[in-house]
């Protein structure tokens, strides 16, 4: 019996990887993590279960009909699993249709780069080097976790760092912080994760250092649980929403009670006599005082005031999360953090100033490596069509219609084919309903995936893509010093291939094969990136073995040079020599390009904007209950949702919804009890759970739970397994970003009746073989 262990990476976390004969048998944390996540655990028994995707695979209506037009039928019908060699004549032949009857900005390429925490075998940089090398695609921009902030960052402090990276470390929280105020708070459930990979999970360790060196660490959300895990922590509720008003009402108190520093606003910052005007009250009529922003977010007014005068008295950490940006106007509560901190006058101090995303990932608050690690180039789209990602819905729907997007008026492409490699947008878009019916109106949709989730069953052609175990990579990800060999540690399941390979197969149907391979197989590449990155390291000062020695040992841990570090830090200390690269080469609390879009939306200054379902909304009654969809706690997004760990969340087989016990016994709800969360949007099932830790009038579902309509062909029928993005809204932050707005979203919850109808999620389709495939003749 052949046995092995390895260490490999994912985007959970690293671990031991134990395989007896080809098959998987074991998964335990790196003995290097202090604070492991058990979601590797769901691997066991997924990735040799029923639900992969065993063999290249084809709806039977497209195998066998005119693919000249939309289709109503993706939705819940048999697949005809064909041959490798046919599968790839017949998507090159339908590459080469579209290409040659519309053109290249008729491909989407579809991807959102989460596939594998592998650096070669990277989803999104296969699929966008492939369909570059044949004339392009259109594609897409911003992240759906935090694209309001990429667009308004860059306005406001010239770049997304202290989004993205070069955060403030948590050595200078630790030692300097005397109070951490964390909007939206520091959910330990989304420190697990990071984008290429964890090697040390240290953020819990890091926030109860602080506690522990006399800092006070304040919950600001309507969810007690936000806080981090076994930290001491108070908890400041407040609706939904709500968070600017309070950052306003903070100003307020600092500019009236003249604690705001005039020296830091007029040395480092632009535009504050605008903003002090409207906080004021002296632009609309109405002060954005204390007064106000209670009656807005239930927060007291002396808590408001008592808040205000401590953080300025007290070294002060302003902490963001991502999540409030994911909602109406998201734009705003980040532009009114840096205002409250540029009042407070502590930005570019060690344990001062503000970041976004702690605790959002693992990696904010590490130290940068000081250098780039290489990625596989994507080559030149030549391609100018794109989209804002969140607006795929609408591209597919309204094809030629315009929209506006960060200053510039756009169009929507037509978009005829539909190509998606790594990623689940039945997990991530929101108005799932809406998306089903854009869904029927490309001509052709193509799904790399390992498993049937719901976007491979709404697909035309499915190809089955490895998971990582399964081929060889490089992981070196971003903040992080370990770098692992990820050798294949299990056979190929079913026919499974990488993507790399099946990019190289079409890429020869279509003359391109040297200019997508450049000669160089998986390997070849593999060593390749791990050149380069040898290169960039020592031209930080850092050393990396011969890649010979790094792959026999498995990994490589190598010395950081960078160790600490105070976002803005350089431009405090010299803001001429460090200028940002605002027009200003300031902070501009003011941005007059902003202001020149004309965006009523989103004008020139942080503002209170009120959410579109909100208070005085005629939705407010029929639907009274505000829905907080957050990232959830048992897997990363929608992956291993099939898992052990998943599962073992679930409440009688569905999402747990969370609510307050007062909403509950209102509507005679008890503890597991299957309910309905509906609005207009659509309706789900999920299994009730009573906590005090959420305020009432909210109630909580996270994402993850694969789609899973009770009627596939029946246009929104009930969702059986709890998943939230069947209720959020389709409609952008605003006119300025246009990301998602999902967490501003109204629902109503109701005892369910009747029979309970089982979850079918975890179910493959139908599948069939047939042979001839007479459908073939449509191609020639």
């Known amino acids: 019996m052949e046995s092995r262990t390895l260490l490999t990476t994912l985007h959970w976390g690293t671990y031991e990887v134990s395989a007896e004969n080809g098959r998987l048998v074991g998964v335990e944390p790196w003995r290097g993590d202090p604070d492991p996540s058990p979601i590797g655990q769901s691997m066991l028994g997924t990735v040799h279960g029923k639900l992969r995707v065993a063999r290249p695979a084809i709806r039977r209506s497209w195998l066998e009909g005119d693919r000249s037009g939309p289709s109503d039928r993706r939705s819940d019908e048999p697949f005809v699993e064909v041959p490798w060699e046919t599968a790839l004549d017949i998507v090159a032949a339908e590459l080469g249709r579209v290409r040659s009857a519309h053109g290249n900005s008729a491909i989407y390429a579809g991807s959102y780069g989460w596939a594998s925490a592998g650096r070669f075998h990277h989803a999104q940089s296969q699929v966008h080097r492939f ?184 070294r002060t950490m302003l902490m963001v999360s991502w999540s409030l940006q994911r909602a109406d106007h998201g734009e705003q509560p980040y532009w009114a953090a840096i205002t409250l901190a540029a009042l407070l006058g502590q930005v570019g101090l060690p344990g001062g100033g503000f970041g976004f995303g702690y605790s959002s990932t693992n990696g904010a608050g590490r130290p940068e490596m000081g250098f ?21 819905a609408d591209m597919l729907l309204d094809p030629g219609g315009s929209f506006d997007f960060n200053g510039a008026s756009l169009n929507y492409p037509d978009v005829r084919l539909v190509y998606w490699a790594g990623g689940n947008p039945f997990h991530h878009h929101q108005d799932l309903n809406r998306l089903v019916e854009a869904w029927q109106r490309p001509e052709t949709i193509i799904v790399h995936e390992p498993f049937w989730t719901a976007t491979a069953r709404h697909a035309d052609i499915v190809l089955p893509v490895t998971t990582p175990l399964e081929r060889n990579d490089l992981a070196f990800s971003n903040r992080e010093n370990l770098v ?44 390749l990136l791990y050149d380069q990155a040898r290169e960039n390291a020592h031209a930080g000062g850092v050393d990396m073995p011969p890649f010979e020695r790094f792959w026999h040992d498995g990994h490589a841990e190598l010395i950081r040079r960078i160790t600490s570090q105070t976002f803005l ?20 609390l003011y941005s007059s390009t902003i202001d020149g879009f004309g965006y009523d939306d989103c004008p020139g200054h942080a503002v209170w904007r009120e959410p579109r379902e909100w208070l005085g909304s005629s939705l407010a009654g029929r639907f009274p209950l505000h829905l907080l969809s957050p990232q959830p706690a048992d897997k990363l997004h929608s992956q291993y949702d099939h898992g052990s760990v998943s599962r073992a969340g679930k409440v009688s087989d569905r999402a747990p919804l969370w ?21 207009d949007r659509g309706s789900c099932l999920a299994g009730a759970v009573l906590t005090d830790g959420l305020i009432p009038g909210v109630v909580q579902l996270p994402t993850g739970a694969w789609f899973d309509p009770s009627d596939p062909g029946q246009a ?23 990301s998602p707005t999902c967490n501003s979203t ?17 179910d493959p389709p139908a599948t069939v073989t047939v042979s001839g495939l007479p459908g073939l003749k449509h191609l020639s």
């Open 131 to 314: 369909l570059n090398t044949i004339g392009g695609y259109t594609g897409s921009v911003l992240s759906y976790s935090y694209g309001a902030g990429e667009i308004v960052l860059p306005h406001v402090l010239g770049s997304t760092d202290a989004l993205t990276g070069n955060h403030s470390t948590w050595d200078g929280i630790e030692q300097h912080s005397k109070l951490i105020v964390a909007f939206g708070g520091l959910p330990w459930r989304n420190t697990q994760i990071q984008g290429g990979g964890s090697a040390r999970h240290e953020a819990a360790a890091a926030l109860c250092n602080a506690v522990g060196n006399g800092a006070r660490l304040i919950n600001v959300s309507p969810v007690r649980d936000d806080a981090p895990r076994g930290v001491e922590t108070e908890w400041l509720p407040l609706r939904p929403n709500s968070d600017t008003a309070v950052m306003l009402a903070l100003c307020h108190v600092l500019i009236s009670q003249r604690l705001h520093d005039e020296t830091f606003l007029a040395r480092y910052c632009t535009g504050f006599e605008i903003v002090r005007a409207y906080v004021m009250g002296e632009t609309d009529g109405q002060p954005k005082n204390p007064a106000w922003a209670a009656a807005l977010s239930d927060v007291a007014e002396d808590r408001i005031v008592a808040l205000a005068r401590d953080m300025a008295a007290k």
């Open 484 to 527: 692992v060999a990820m050798k294949q540690a299990i056979d190929p399941v079913g026919e499974a291939r990488d993507d790399y390979r099946i990019f190289a197969g079409l890429a020869a149907r279509l003359g391109v094969r040297e200019a997508f391979t450049e000669g160089r197989d998986a390997e070849a590449w593999i060593r």
């Open 372 to 392: 780039r690690w290489p990625s596989l180039s994507q080559g030149r789209n030549p391609v100018t069509d794109f989209i804002p990602v969140a607006r795929v």
């Open 746 to 762: 109204l629902v109503q919850v109701s005892r369910f009746t009747g029979a309970v109808p089982p979850v079918t999620a975890f």
């Open 659 to 679: 609510m307050n016990p007062a909403d509950a016994a209102a509507r005679g709800i008890l503890d597991g009890t299957v309910v309905r969360v509906f609005n």
């Open 716 to 738: 929104h029928s009930l969702e059986k397994h709890g998943n939230p993005n069947v209720l959020t809204p389709d409609r952008g932050t605003s006119r300025l970003a246009q």
């Open 569 to 588: 830090g350089p431009f405090r200390s010299d803001p001429e020599r460090h200028r940002l690269a605002t027009p200003s080469g300031r902070i501009e």
